[in-house]
């Protein structure tokens, strides 16, 4: 059953979640062992799931912001690296579909393998020498025209999903210009390369390893954006990112309840979910995966019901999400790790994984620090306008 043959938001998303239980149950091997869960993307190729977020214009379903955030989260509950992973296929391939950024028949050409074979992309932006590219910082990867060929060289780092990529949509500063462009890259070409450097203790099965350019030959056509310095335009689809670890969050909470519904020492009548201190822990967790929903999906239902000048204005909104509902995520898996005591720090336990998986968090875009100096300066604006009134 092909996910975009059912008719409702629900429908999809019971489907989805019975395909992803076994995620959860390889999470545990592929975390201990350090390797990628290229079953879990074969799975979701065969439900169609890559193909959602293409605009019905090209094919797809076009789902909303709100049933993508549904459905990442879904996803996270089984297994948090494959949520983010795909996500970011996901969110590019719907952000670039709605707002029209590529030539419409190279977009329909990557739409149409998406819908026939499953096809995965993402963006490589990140470098060693520029950091995080919301940042600012100008790529060091270069693309040289060559008669009617671009030719690029350099290095990307945080390539997530890159063993099963079929495009990359690589970052690069114009040879003999201050431009910067985004150019599809396919994965098969000569001189692409992945260099297995993902060593982190959180997220390891997403795959973010290095991808390497070297003398890389596309067409002319392959330029498919310019990058326009400076500030930055509203993405509601980077709201894939606090959905993943809200759905991470969610996952330690169930798992600590059902833990303290069940445990009884014999030092007390009934389960530790009796006793007033874990009911705290627990109604502090519920409290704080309230907040995550009424302000994630709150945001996103706007997003939705939107047009591109309120769109735009969203922007400190949008961060204020992420660093909420990520920040807000950790807390309750401490507070899950506290009610489940010393057996949570077992390497058996998934408990220690979402604890690990979803610090990382904190270093997605857009950064925290960035995020508050946007909101002062909204507080500061909006006070200043109401005084002059």
Request: one cysteine or more; charged letters at 20%; proline letters at 4%.
């Amino acid at each position: 059953m092909k996910l975009q043959e059912l008719k409702t938001t629900d429908e999809r998303i019971q489907a989805l979640t019975e395909k992803v239980k076994p995620f959860a149950e390889r999470a545990y091997k592929h975390d201990k062992e350090g390797t990628f869960p290229f079953e879990n993307y074969n799975e979701l190729k065969e439900i169609g799931y890559p193909a959602l977020t293409i605009p019905r214009k090209f094919g797809g379903v076009g789902i909303s912001l709100v049933e993508f955030l549904r459905l990442q989260e879904t996803i996270a509950q089984a297994d948090g690296s494959t949520a983010l992973a795909i996500g970011w296929h996901m969110g590019i391939t719907k952000h670039i579909g709605e707002n029209s950024i590529w030539n419409e028949a190279k977009y329909q050409a990557f739409a149409n393998d998406v819908l026939q074979t499953g096809a995965l992309l993402n963006s490589a932006a990140t470098e060693p020498a520029t950091g995080s590219p919301t940042r600012g910082g100008k790529p060091e990867t270069t693309a040289k025209k060559v008669a009617t060929k671009w030719v690029l060289n350099g290095r990307k780092t945080f390539t997530t999903l890159a063993p099963v990529l079929d495009y990359i949509l690589v970052r690069a500063s114009i040879e003999g210009t201050e431009d910067v462009g985004n150019f599809l890259v396919r994965r098969d070409l000569d001189g692409v390369t992945i260099e297995e450097t993902w060593d982190s203790i959180a997220m390891k099965a997403t795959g973010s390893h290095d991808l390497v350019l070297q003398n890389v030959s596309v067409a002319e056509n392959d330029l498919v954006e310019m990058i326009s310095p400076g500030n930055q335009a509203a993405t509601g689809w980077l709201l894939h990112i606090p959905a993943c670890y809200n759905g991470i969050a969610k996952a330690a909470q169930e798992y600590a309840i059902n833990f303290a519904s069940s445990y009884s020492p014999n030092s007390i009548q009934g389960t530790i979910a009796d006793l007033p201190n874990i009911k705290q822990k627990i109604g502090e967790m519920e409290l704080l995966t309230m907040q995550n929903d009424y302000l994630l999906y709150g945001v996103a239902k706007k997003w939705d019901n939107s047009n591109h000048t309120v769109r735009q204005s969203m922007k400190t909104e949008l961060g204020a999400v992420k660093l909420s509902v990520v920040n807000h995520a950790i807390q309750v898996v401490d507070l899950a790790m506290r009610i489940v005591g010393a057996r949570s720090l077992s390497e058996q336990n998934p408990l220690q994984r979402y604890y690990r998986d979803v610090r990382a968090g904190l270093h997605n875009p857009p950064m925290d620090d960035m995020t508050i100096i946007q909101l002062a300066e909204r507080a500061i604006t909006k006070i200043n306008n109401k005084t002059k009134n």
